[in-house]
């Protein structure tokens, strides 16, 4: 085994070197490493494409005799590739997704009146990292404040009447999970059953059509339709869903423009959300992955409004 090292960073790892036959070599700055090392894996040649899933320009372009591919032809190579997973990325989001239903099945089974959102968060979070996750994002928001979408957990306790909107997610071996629930604090009134119908329909109608070759505008537009149609005739939504792997957000979106059909082996979310600023907010959002007939839920939490008790 050979490893390319740059810097000053200490192992004592005389032994193991000796033991594994493990050859280190050190250069002293990264792009001197780099070079060095797609240099052997590549077998002489010198083109180097960089996925730069952190976003913005590349952290480096001076790699001794490197060609850098242009990196808009490299972006759109690796977001192709990365859009349908393999069976090991398969597996990981799978685990990602199941450790999150646990964590928040518990959380929402434990949930009452006067709980601040930091303390519903708190344990959600700390659910996730029982079951083995990282959290990633933990969206608690009640009341009007389920209104703001991406939003962060405050002190506010949530009361009776208020709509409670969780929206989380969490890594497991570097992949993500994304899966959204709303509950309501006592019984829910006329406005919120119809509102909750109405997205639930759009949420239901998308998911059923996910499949092989369906495009993603067919997709956004039976959403925003069947959610019209259910009650909520204004209804307007930007996207209904996304790509998902080793970013929460991928390839393709779920949207109106640029379509995509979808591809056995791509994991996608869907999502019909509803924001109401004053009022409040509420959405659903399941994972699901493309098989070569339609598709594999790979969330199963209830899916109806969830009462938490008053």
Same mark, same amino acid.
């Given at each position: ?137 933990? !969206? ?6 389920? #209104? %703001?979408? &991406?939003?962060?957990? =405050?002190?506010? *306790?949530? @009361? ?49 059509? !996910? ?6 505008? #067919? %997709?956004? &537009?039976?959403?925003? =339709?069947?959610? *019209?149609? @259910? ?80």
């Amino acid at each position: 085994m050979r490893y390319f090292c740059y810097g000053n960073f200490f192992f004592d790892d005389q032994e193991l070197r000796e033991r594994k036959a493990t050859d280190v070599v050190e250069f002293a700055a990264f792009d001197e490493a780099l070079s060095a090392a797609i240099a052997q894996l590549a077998g002489g040649r010198r083109k180097l494409g960089i996925d730069n899933v952190l976003g913005g320009p590349p952290k480096f372009v001076s790699a001794q005799g490197l060609q850098l591919i242009d990196t808009h032809t490299t972006a759109a190579f690796f977001r192709d590739a990365r859009a349908v997973k393999n069976p090991l990325e398969i597996s990981l989001l799978r685990s990602a997704s199941a450790l999150t239903e646990v964590a928040l099945g518990h959380a929402l089974r434990d949930a009452k009146a006067g709980m601040t959102e930091c303390e519903l968060a708190a344990r959600i979070s700390s659910e996730m990292i029982a079951q083995s996750g990282l959290p990633g994002f933990v !969206v608690v928001t009640s009341g009007e404040r389920s #209104a %703001l979408a &991406d939003s962060y957990p =405050t002190r506010r *306790r949530i @009361a009776a009447g208020d709509i409670v909107r969780i929206d989380v997610g969490a890594t497991f071996g570097g992949y993500w999970s994304d899966t959204a629930r709303t509950a309501f604090v006592g019984e829910p009134g006329k406005d919120v059953l119809s509102a909750f119908a109405a997205t639930s329909m759009g949420h239901r109608k998308a998911s059923a059509m !996910v499949a092989p070759g369906v495009t993603t505008d #067919a %997709l956004f &537009d039976e959403a925003v =339709t069947a959610v *019209r149609q @259910a009650g909520l005739p204004q209804y307007q939504r930007h996207h209904v869903g996304h790509g998902l792997g080793i970013e929460s957000h991928e390839y393709p979106t779920i949207a109106a423009s640029n379509p995509v059909a979808l591809r056995e082996g791509m994991v996608v979310n869907i999502e019909a959300p509803y924001y109401r600023p004053g009022w409040g907010g509420m959405m659903s959002e399941d994972t699901f992955l493309v098989t070569a007939t339609g598709a594999e839920a790979l969330t199963s939490l209830e899916r109806e409004l969830l009462v938490i008790p008053a």
